[in-house]
């Protein structure tokens, strides 16, 4: 059962495509009813937890009155969700801030990241009660799942205006997949990308021309290493101007890219979010003259440094603004471009003009001296440049929305996802039959019926890879199937055992992008010793591809999870609901990825019994059959294990060197036992989704296999 009760006047975040009835309407004087919390009115200002906020203490400024929801959490009471948040899959012991931020630095002790995704569950120790909520909020929005106090979940909304719904789940049972399910049957269906998107890309901010382009084309291609993309970083620009390329860098883009299409590997360039002010620029003065941009208090449009200089913020929160910016990227398209990732989205700010004058002024005021006290330094540091970056510049610009001017601190967490709307809308009309592939830094719920998310600038940290294997599951319960993080890790130099095990997970990640950043180390594969150990375990990617398809189209088009957290499968193990490290992918398969160094193997726990197939590549495999439980498994480098269910089957295709030379007319298929198995294949490329000619059975039975429409040989 759904419940949805309205504070005040919101927002429209259209995160919500199936409208819901108001149980109840809460004026700013009422005293307001919502069920399992208690409700009061906080002045949000004197709260002990805003000592933190983006970047530092000083940042976060919330409305003075705010809506506060407690609840009281029982020891065994598990908390799913928050979509991208950092931490454990179960949130319970932290404090998580919705407040869209750029941060390279995300260790587990920073409170936001780039996305806003306030759904979470509470599964209580008894299963009784259990429920989900939403708060419909893009203000800034605090989940303090036991941080001020161990026992209690304490929501502070933004203010006092936003839309609050809970969720029983659909068939009662107050089960967390359930309740999941029921609410993203309200939220709409899951992008899905073009089949190819789905196939191995090799970026790095650094790649400057068509030479190195042709360069990362022959790593791959000399050492058999497949590649279905490479990416295009703010190199390709002029100026790292939006809509722009470098034609002394890249003489002939269409050109370039017809010729590494016709060997099935796309670019993928990068559009930021801020556009370059540049006195004459054409689409600068487009933006002005329509009133396109954010404003500031006097009307002007605002502007901010990032990449570009000096920048305009297009006010994608409105219809003709967002219009305008989508159907820019026509530009490319023409070009042959056919995907893009956005950035800087949050958005990112590097400082203005005013805080550049502020700094260089106090700076000045010290000056040069041969001995400097502690105290010029942190007066130099803290109070004149390290406060630059910060979201003081989130209350000084406004959008027009419908004619009402809204500060941009209380919609901030819609920015990125009406970025990459803008972009969605435009290919719906640019590129009507074709699907484009999209993925966005920032986002916020609705989103992922636009596009995809990376998860930002991590590290070539062994706890980044622990981290990214936990954000899944919260990531595709908010609709966001179509994620990866940066393998191998962006900042830092990574190391060759941290790539391949990095790899072995992100197989697995239906985004799978290898990203570096200018300073590192360089990290694309065939640069390291094993050459041969990455063209097999890429070439897995590819071997699975059929499977991993398959079951990402079926739960996106079923409002369904791809990566699930053991508990929402086998929901009365109470073992399975400590698991934190091993995920279910689709029906038929679990993995159970080594994500720490100099490991042989791992304990991994069976929920029930099930075929484990150790790849070296396609051909190359053993398997065996394992009982529920605790086993020490061994898996070297180079090794992947997938652990196939019973009465479950794996379609699997021989290695290919791209997306587009997959045989997925003979199809080798794992079993454990007899079983069946809806195959979902498509031409990549179409949006029939729903068209029952892409859905194919295979049985096995008694040792035997057949299937419609595919030769099928059994493994
Ligand atoms: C940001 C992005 C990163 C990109 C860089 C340069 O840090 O997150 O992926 O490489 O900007 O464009």
Known sequence: MIQKYRFGKPFETDAVVVKQPDAAVFGPDSTPAVPYFTVKKVDANAQTDLSVGRFGPSAAKPVKDAWQFTLDLRKGDIVYGLGEA????????????????????????????????????????????????????????????????MNKLIITASGLDFDLYFFSGRSESGKPYAITREFRGIIGHSYIPPKWGFGYGQSRYGYENEADIRAVWAGHRDN?????????????????????????????????????????????????????????????????????????????????????????????????????????????????????????????????????????????????????????????????????????????????????????????????????????????ELAPDKRILMFSRSSYIGMHRYGGIWTGDNCAWWAHLQQEVKQMPGLNMVGLLFTGSDTGGFGQNTTEDLLLRWIEFSIFTP???????????????????????????????????????????????????????????????????????????????????????????????????????????????DSEELKAGWHYVRCDLAEVLVFLRKGRLLPTAAAAESVSRLDEEHLRVYAYGDGSYTLYQDDGFSKDFDNPAHRKAITVKDGAVSADDVEVTLR
């Open 224 to 428: 058999g290493i497949p590649l279905d993309a490479i990416y295009l970083d703010i190199d390709y620009m002029v100026g790292y101007k939006d809509f722009t390329v470098d034609t002394k860098a890249f003489p002939d883009l269409p050109a370039l890219s017809a010729e590494l299409k016709a060997d099935g590997v796309r670019l993928v360039p990068i559009i930021d979010a801020g556009i370059k002010v540049l006195e004459g620029d054409a689409l600068a003065q487009e933006g002005i003259d329509n009133g396109y941009f954010c404003l500031k208090e006097d009307g002007t449009p605002f502007t901010a440094a990032v990449w570009p200089g000096n920048s305009y913020f297009t006010d994608y929160l409105n219809p003709a603004a967002r219009k305008w910016f989508g159907s820019q990227y026509k530009f490319l398209l023409d070009q042959g471009i056919e995907g893009f990732w956005n950035d800087m989205n949050e958005p990112s700010i590097f400082f203005t003009n005013d805080t550049l004058r502020r700094g260089v002024e106090m700076a000045s005021s010290i000056g040069i001296k041969d001995y400097y006290e502690i105290d010029d330094w942190h007066k130099l540091m803290g109070s004149a440049f390290g406060t630059m970056a910060a979201s003081q510049y989130y209350q000084q610009f406004y959008h027009m929305v419908d004619g009402e001017k809204i500060l941009h601190e209380k919609v901030h967490n819609l920015y990125g996802y009406n970025m990459t709307r803008a972009a969605g809308e435009a290919f719906e």
């Open 86 to 149: 950092q931490r454990g899959i179960n949130k319970r012991g932290w404090l998580y801030i919705s407040d869209n931020v750029d941060d390279n630095t995300h260790t587990e002790t920073k409170y936001n990241l780039y996305g806003a995704h306030n759904f979470l569950i509470v599964d209580r120790e008894d299963g009784q009660g259990n429920f989900g909520i939403f708060l419909d909020d893009p203000g800034i929005v605090r989940f303090d799942v036991g941080y001020t106090d």
């Open 511 to 621: 985004l799978f992008r290898n990203h570096d950043s200018k300073g590192p180390r360089c990290q694309e594969t065939y640069l390291f010793t094993d050459k041969k150990a990455f063209a097999n375990m890429i070439g897995i990617r590819y071997v699975l591809l059929p499977y991993l398809y398959s079951e990402y189209v079926k739960a996106a088009r079923n409002d369904d999870m791809y990566f699930k957290p053991l508990s929402f499968v086998y929901d009365s193990d109470p073992i399975a609901k400590e698991i934190e490290d091993q995920l279910m992918v689709g029906e038929s398969i679990m993995v159970a990825p080594v994500v720490t160094q100099n490991a042989t193997g791992r304990n991994v726990y069976l929920p029930e019994d099930m075929r484990m197939i150790r790849f070296r590549s396609g051909e190359d495999y």
